[in-house]
């Protein structure tokens, strides 16, 4: 039997499982997609909200001063560059000239400035902009930020499309979150939102896309629609999103599991895609407790784990074996420090473990009742009773199992996804475990390394900075990255020049 499983390290993004659209077909102008959505985005205020349903709707219809390109590097979107001040504090902006919002409304320095203050009252990830001491328009088309402290990593920041930090109209930014009108400068505008049904956009006819941009580059570059209308259903059963996609109901379907996708590949009716990396799977350790604040233990842990068994068993059809805590492709993308990844020695294992101060108590592994982190946990558990470690699972659902993970007992073990963070970039990766957050007991060594990291302008000091981050982590077994992996999407055939990313990109596309 096929599988679609890829052990080197594939470009950063998405690979396309089929062949490529024939990019010499005509281009055409016209038609409306229905695109088959797990849920329903909790909130179209871009600002507000950082669930992956609203940014698979928001990020068409919203824009940011910077977004991010085809490998997650910040690049100028309605900004056309930036000027930054020699001690590292002063951020200039010139806007770009001519671009509509929705309503008509050109764009100007005041509409940023009023965004960006109110991203900083009430943004989703407010603190992304808490170095900023303040913002101006120095012009009609020219905003000044002053940081309070040298930030490095601001235009990564700010070109997070976590919560993004959209641009509105000055009006619409001066309400509160989710009493906004949903205008925008994106390539398609708002048409209608039924929570319980469905989103529809459209092509935006006064579009003014960057005039630096060339082609489609990840979530910024040039966005062309074709396409008249998108709507977004909102279908959380599995079997009635394929049922619907199967009689041409639905054009494109968000995710579709490795069977399903098995299933349809041969039909030359579907087109079928992998985006691949899509998350991490991490597993974590509870330093505050013990035997799993032990160094010894936790290496012992780490040599002894087979995670090629892990990930083929729990995402036996898309799957990457990768131990960098970033995604291959990435600027700060290195393998340094990664030796000790998915070493699979129990005699290894053994050798630790007796140096630890574990006497065989039983130990608790929280997972939620996802099926991949429970086939994880329960990998763990076979493999670890190996070397003499008693591990117990917990199984909840995600708000209770998370609730427990961020509190300093009751758990030992912890499995989830880290989806969003590595691709944002060094920072991102690094944050939560800053004053101990995810492993619930301060690392100096960490928390020394993120201040760093957010004062070195230098780039080069930076990556040297993020691998010692990534060293540290096998060094110390601070927490275990078992590989990367990705989901299936598919669509109709008919839907042409499609390249699955982050979000089901909805410009450059056309129906056959």
């Not at 997609?33 to 179209?44: D, E, H, K, R, T």
């Not at 009609?140 to 040298?150: A, F, K, R, S």
């Not at 209770?400 to 989830?416: A, Q, R, Y």
């Amino acid at each position: 039997m096929k599988r679609w499983m890829i052990s080197s390290l594939a470009a950063m993004g998405a690979v396309v499982l089929t062949a490529a659209p024939d990019a010499a077909l005509a281009q055409r102008k016209g038609g409306d997609v229905i695109i088959g959505m797990v849920q329903a985005p909790p909130s179209l205020d871009a600002q507000v909200t950082s669930a992956q349903a609203a940014r698979n709707v928001t990020l068409h219809l919203y824009e940011t001063l910077f977004a991010r390109d085809e490998n997650a590097k910040p690049v100028p979107e309605l900004a056309e560059d930036v000027k930054i001040s020699g001690d590292g504090k002063t951020y200039v902006f010139p806007i770009r000239k001519g671009v509509k919002f929705h309503n008509g409304k050109e764009l100007d320095a005041n509409d940023v400035v009023a965004s960006l203050e109110r991203y900083r009252k009430i943004g989703a990830s407010a603190s992304l902009l808490k170095a900023i001491d303040t913002v101006k328009a120095t012009g009609p088309h020219e905003v000044t930020i002053g940081l309070n402290e040298v930030q490095s990593t601001f235009l990564d920041n700010l070109s997070s499309p976590r919560a993004p930090i959209a641009i509105y109209p000055a009006e619409e930014a001066a309400k509160p979150a989710n009493q906004i009108n949903y205008i925008g400068t994106g390539p398609f505008r708002f048409v209608e939102y039924k929570p319980d049904s469905h989103v529809k956009i459209a092509r935006f006819d006064g579009y003014v896309p960057n005039p630096k941009a060339t082609g489609r580059d990840g979530l910024a570059g040039k966005k062309e629609v074709f396409l008249d209308s998108v709507t977004f259903r909102f279908m959380p059963e599995a079997g009635a999103r394929n049922a619907a996609f199967e009689a041409g109901e639905v054009q494109l379907l968000e995710t579709v599991d490795g069977p399903t996708a098995k299933r349809l590949e041969g039909n030359k009716n579907y087109a079928i895609y992998k985006v691949l990396p899509f998350a991490f799977q991490v597993i974590k350790f509870n330093h505050a407790q013990a035997p799993t604040g032990d160094v010894n233990f936790r290496l012992a842990v780490q040599a002894a784990l087979d995670m090629e068994e892990i990930m083929g068993i729990s995402y036996p059809d898309i799957y990457q074996m990768d131990g960098a805590w970033l995604y291959p492709g990435a600027p700060f993308y290195s393998t340094t420090g990664t030796e000790k990844y998915n070493k699979a020695d129990l005699a290894a294992g053994k050798a630790l473990l007796a140096k630890s101060g574990y006497k065989g108590e039983k130990l608790t592994f929280i997972v939620d009742n996802l099926r991949p982190n429970i086939d994880t946990a329960t990998v763990l558990q076979q493999r670890l009773k190996e070397i003499g470690i008693n591990v117990e699972l917990s199984v909840a659902d995600w708000p209770t199992v998370s609730k427990t993970g961020f509190t300093p007992t009751g758990w030992h073990f912890w499995v989830h996804g880290y989806g969003i963070e590595p691709y944002e970039g060094p920072a991102s990766v690094m944050a939560p475990w800053v004053n101990g957050t995810s492993q619930q007991k301060k690392d100096d060594k960490i928390d020394a390394l993120y201040a760093s990291l957010n004062t070195a302008m230098d780039e080069g000091k930076r990556k040297q900075i993020f691998t010692e981050f990534q060293t540290h982590m096998y060094d110390n077994a601070v927490a275990m990255k078992a590989g990367n992996y990705g989901l299936f999407q598919v669509a109709t055939g008919k839907l042409k020049n499609f390249k699955p990313s982050r979000i089901p990109r909805m410009w450059g596309v056309w129906l056959d």
